[in-house]
């Protein structure tokens, strides 16, 4: 059976959500293989945490975006549904429990997000190469993405996850830089987060580049094209643009709905400027159709041999 179901969790009041944010989604058994799979490892999932609306298709094709390091965020990010908290210990085990999820699922991408653990000494970078090596071990050719927060831009801790050697690097700016005090932590800072992805691009040249961006908070259309610039200057490769929605009535409004023309016009303009792969449209979320987006890649780069 199927069914449509409108994801915005809450609208604001006398406005009506546009068509193209509704739409059809999948449940069965695959999707319940998922959620037992994912259950056991004790493994969070961003798609849970963060409310993501397409967990239910993502999990129909045995696809899950684990988020390590817990379910409490130090900080408090006004677009995000991640619980903000005192976080607990990090677990030892972790990464081999969610290297066997991985394993289970049989995943051949796989996204690794975070938590911010701004409590940690490295802010949990030792751990989070250590999820990538216990992958790597159990799955070797599994592609693996990686998407942490900014570790404040200190070069040994992206220089630590980098010697972990993830295939992707991917690091979400967000918003456009006028935006960012009001849409993200106060830890956060625009050009932070592009020197973090200017880093990763020098430190690991080897792997690509990503990075994350909502639209709908009230942004112009200059400000984004200069910071589709910024990040082209950042040297990132990989670019994802997705409809803001407000997963509670506690966070950040949506001041636009963007159409779905907008969204094909933004994926020109960003390939125009040199980005490799590009994913935009209402639902895009950086992890979504990862493996898709970096087989667009892929697929060039065999084309040319």
């Known amino acids: 059976m199927r069914m449509e179901l409108t994801v915005l969790p809450s609208k604001p009041a006398g406005r009506r959500l546009p068509p193209w ?62 619980a903000t908290a005192k976080p607990l210990p990090l677990e030892p085990d972790e990464p081999e429990r969610l290297a066997t999820a991985v394993a289970e699922l049989g995943l051949k991408h796989v996204v690794i997000t975070a938590v911010a653990r701004d409590d940690l000494g490295d802010e949990g970078a030792g751990h989070f190469a250590a999820c990538v090596d216990a992958i790597r071990r159990k799955t070797p050719s599994t592609v693996v993405e990686v998407l942490p927060a900014d570790f404040h831009a200190r070069e040994e801790c992206v220089a630590t996850l980098c010697d972990a050697k993830p295939d992707i690097y991917n690091h979400n700016l967000e918003t456009v830089e006028r935006l960012t005090p009001t849409v993200r932590s106060r830890h956060a800072q625009y050009r932070q987060s592009l020197e973090v992805l200017a880093a990763a691009k020098r430190l690991l040249p080897t792997a690509y580049t990503k990075s994350g961006l909502m639209i709908g908070l009230g942004e112009t259309r200059e400000e984004f094209s200069q910071t589709l610039r910024d990040l082209r200057a950042a040297k990132v490769d990989i670019l994802t643009v997705g409809q803001y929605l407000r997963p509670t009535p506690e966070h950040l409004p949506v001041i636009r709905y963007y159409e779905p023309r907008e969204f094909d016009e933004i994926a020109a303009e960003a390939r125009e400027l040199g980005f490799l792969s590009v994913a935009s449209g209402p639902f895009v979320r950086s992890s979504y159709n990862a493996a898709n987006v970096y087989g667009e890649i892929e697929n060039r780069r065999r084309s040319n041999w």
């Open 21 to 82: 944010l509704k739409r059809t989604l999948g449940s069965g058994n695959v999707l319940l293989r998922t959620r037992e799979i994912v259950a056991r490892s004790g493994v969070a999932t961003v798609c849970e945490e963060a409310r993501c609306p397409n967990l239910n298709e993502c999990w129909s094709h045995r696809h899950a975006t684990f988020m390590i390091m817990g379910d409490r965020c130090t900080r408090k990010c006004g677009f995000c549904a991640v």
